[in-house]
């Protein structure tokens, strides 16, 4: 049943860091789309978490600089497939713990470690 909601639409449309987190992110679009007026704005902001690395390996982190994925990733979904995100700790003493292995981690001398990289897009609904 469609709602007053559904019949809307919007002249701009901003979604920051959310196709990261969701199962099907290109469905999300195709709705956004929707309901994008003609001629208008959609602007996207996320993450690209492909290019993310660690060395040396940690279980914490995401990725290692050889690129495979860390056993963090007991995963729900996972950003480099675009979808979700890590699901790594499920109570709050295991948060607190896998902070506390990060903070010793990045007070290495020998750790790189990346942030992912950051993409920004922006299109306009045909006429």
Excluded: K
Excluded at 1 to 25: G, I, K, N, Q
Excluded at 98 to 121: C, H, M
């Amino acid at each position: 049943m469609a709602t007053p909601a559904d019949r809307e639409s919007y002249d701009v449309v901003y979604a920051r860091f959310l196709l990261t987190h969701l199962t099907d992110p290109a469905a999300a679009l195709g709705n956004i789309t929707r309901r994008l007026a003609r001629g208008e704005v959609l602007i996207v902001e996320d993450i690209d978490f492909t290019g993310h690395f660690c060395h040396p390996h940690t279980t914490r982190s995401g990725r290692t600089s050889t690129g495979t994925a860390g056993p963090c990733r007991r995963v729900v979904q996972t950003p480099t497939s675009g979808r979700g995100s890590p699901a790594c700790c499920s109570t709050p003493d295991e948060l607190n713990q896998a902070v506390d292995e990060l903070y010793a981690f990045a007070g290495r001398d020998d750790t790189v470690l990346s942030l992912p990289r950051i993409v920004q897009s922006w299109g306009r609904r045909p006429d």
